[in-house]
């Protein structure tokens, strides 16, 4: 580190930040990169904690990773780091078993299967049902080659484009499944995974969920067995043996520039460290707000990042059993758990959001009517421990500050509200529940100063004009990386992270 400069420094060492420069390492093996994080691990969100007394290894973020069959983007980039005969993978036979009054629905881990049994348990809905299938084979397949469309290795059809762009841009997913569909089940099924990338059915674009939906469905899932830390940490691997440096526990004070919009390099508690290329993989609001310096001027970059609107931010309750979770009900990896009354969550939702998220109101809109994605560690890998966790998108807006009577208060209520969700519908697992514990949205800020708490970096609705924020940014040498700019999920990050690799040329 008394190298007078790098050729680029990374502020955060986030899944982007790493994939990039794992990538970089690889393509040009002299190359001199420093990463910077405040946290103590690397990964960012894709990192673990552990509860030894418990036996546990808690994951903060990974579930499926999609694109993971043969013709998937992350398999191939993944392949292309060496990794996936390292990594230890799980391939699920479900895509996630739906609940609803104590009856089950799983579906194949497929969009053919999946289609034949939404069709046989809706046949009511079968052509619908064909209908959307086809948007997601044709308008989300061409969404998930975006990539590959910038670098023009997939030529779209124009007319499918032309078509989305007049029909479909400006719907969200709970206008174009209302208009496909009018039973309010299988509204939120087919809604559900937005989950994965933090918008409920009347925030995400639906032309970016049928992406979504075809990354998962038509192009494989899997799951990492050891979770996102060994992904993380294999991806710190390849950069340290290749010669670059990662200052954990670091807080990174500010960029640094010359005074004619030119970056030097950073400012830390432990030095600074010079560099004309800075990538920073952090939310570009706390970016703007704390890392530069009064002289440069952002003026237009603030304006474009006003909408740029954070995704959702989560609730998570932790839990770890007595027994195996498969021995008391849970048998899927992944289930997702939807009220009763399917069509109120998200009339709840939106009477939340202009009453300006009323505590009461948003807590039932939320916790209670809101679907619950559970995921059970221990069948994709008993090493960790019997755990199980429960994620539900929140808003951290009717949350009091950490530390308060109020703030413990509300947790202890978020976990008793979700734990009972889950005990309702697997109910062999009452009484066996030995540990609970939560990660509220306040929680993700402290741990990662993302606006909001979002853990899905922006959200990606209907109007995309924030997202190009950093377009014309006023600092020379600066880039961003993160789920702000790459879009929700790991394949995003590996593919954007992939594009960036792609335009280095050495200083």
Known sequence: ??????????????????????????????????????????????????????????????????????????????????????????????????????????????????????????PHQAEAIATFFEHVRTYGRNGYYQFQMLDGSFEPDMAQLRFAHRNLKHKTVRQALHELFDDPYLIEILAAPGIYVGGYSEDLGYLYYLHVVYATLNCGNAYVAGSSQHLSNLLAQQIEQAGGQILLSTRVDGVLTDGQGNATGISTNRGVFHSSRVY?????????????????????TREKLSGLKPARSTTTVYLVTDLPPEQLGLQHSESMLFADDPAAGAELRMAAALSGYEAQLSERAFWEMSPIEVTNY????????????????????????????????????????????LLRQVPGLRGHV???????????????????????????????????????????????????????SYEAAFGYAEMKARQWRRA
Not at 36 to 60: E, L, M, N, W
Not at 288 to 298: G, I, M, R, S, Y
Not at 446 to 470: C, E, I, P, Q
Request: aromatic content about 8%.
């Open 434 to 488: 030995l540990h609970t514990e939560v990660a509220t949205p306040h929680t993700y800020v402290r741990f990662t100063n993302n606006t909001d708490g979002s853990g899905y970096g922006a959200m990606v609705g209907t109007d995309l004009k924030g997202h190009v924020f950093h377009h014309g940014f006023p600092v020379q040498g600066v880039q961003f990386l993160s789920a702000w700019v790459a879009g929700p």
């Open 1 to 122: 580190m008394n190298q007078p400069s790098w050729d680029a420094i990374f502020v955060g060492a986030g899944i982007t930040s790493l994939a990039c420069a794992a990538m970089l390492v690889k393509r040009d093996p002299g190359v001199r990169l420093l990463m910077v994080d405040k946290h103590i691990v690397v990964g960012g969100y894709a990192s673990t904690f552990s509860r030894p007394k418990q036996g546990a290894v808690f994951d903060c973020s990974l579930h499926k990773l999609s694109g993971m069959a043969e013709g998937g983007n992350l398999i191939r980039i993944l392949r292309d780091l060496g990794l996936d005969e390292t990594l230890d993978l799980v391939y699920p036979q479900d895509y996630f078993c739906a609940y609803r009054d104590g009856t089950e629905l799983p579906l194949a881990n497929d969009a053919d299967g999946a289609e034949r049994q939404l069709v046989e348990r809706f």
């Open 378 to 421: 221990h069948a994709l890998d008993p090493a960790a421990g019997q755990v199980v966790c429960i994620n539900v998108l929140d808003s951290i807006t009717h949350w009091p500050q950490r530390r308060t009577a109020q703030y413990r208060a509300k947790k202890q209520r978020a976990s008793d509200i979700l734990v009972e969700r």
């Open 280 to 300: 920073i993989n952090a939310s570009p609001h706390y970016a703007v707000q704390h890392l530069f310096a009064a002289d440069v001027e952002l003026a237009a």
